[in-house]
């Protein structure tokens, strides 16, 4: 006997919910058969390959821009997980030189007055934590250029 009211989709004593009762009361046709199961470990393996070979092709089907920018990317991240920003401990002085060209880099950006995008980079060149400076260069790099 089910503990639901039919006519208004309601249970009769509240006990809780589990995933039949949900179910039930979503009047949910669920059959879990053998079938359903293959289409839906099919689905993720379809989705999963699609993903694999796209990942596999991508470099083939960008042009030289897209190639330079993932690239770009690449190198910022690594900088990213590079610089220890609390402490001097030899990693972030090997890479300050880096970070430090590339603000030079963008505050000659912010220096531009011509352009929509000159107060993103104003406000990148007044970051002053470099671990912050490097993500957010990261996220805008495709803003960085007209």
Known sequence: MSIHDKKNKTQRVFRGWDYSEIIEWMEVDYKDSIVKMIKYRLGIFYTTMKRAFKDLFQNRLMDKDERENQATKLALNYLLKNIDDGS???????????????????????????TYIQPLWKGLSEITSDNEFIRYVSFFLESLWD
């Open 88 to 114: 001097f401990n030899g990693v972030k002085k090997e890479y300050q030189e880096k970070v430090d060209g590339l603000r030079v880099y963008v505050k000659k950006l912010a220096e531009c007055d011509h």
